[in-house]
């Protein structure tokens, strides 16, 4: 099993920027790839952006290409999403994935107009 916490979600203009941190715990030597996923209120959770754990292929949703970075630091276990010229449409509770089936609880990114 392979925990996961995230951290730096909050409130932010549109235009603006945020960097979200995910840290793994447990059998980190396990993963293969980390994600990143989000759910906006009454809408069904989808993918934003994903990489690989050791040679650190990336891809990304189209509504987010070129606008979000996802990269990773294996010495530390963190995963990072860095979020620049957001939007209001990008208002959800984002949530970190490992492998598929490993999640953490979520952190909430409020973008105002």
């Known amino acids: 099993q392979v925990q996961l916490v995230e951290s730096g979600g909050g409130l932010v203009q549109a235009g603006g920027s945020l960097r979200l941190s995910c840290a793994a715990s447990g059998r980190t030597f396990s993963i293969y790839y980390m994600a990143w996923f989000r759910q906006a209120p009454g809408k069904e959770r989808e993918f934003v952006a994903r990489?690989?754990?050791?040679?650190?292929?990336?891809s990304y949703a189209d509504s987010v290409k070129g606008r979000f970075t996802i990269s990773r630091d294996n010495a530390l276990n963190m995963v990072y999403l860095q979020m620049n010229s957001l939007k209001p449409e990008d208002t959800a509770v984002y949530y970190c994935n490992a492998d598929g089936n490993n999640w953490g609880q979520g952190t909430q990114v409020t973008v105002s107009s």
């Open positions: 990489i690989n754990w050791w040679d650190g292929v990336t």
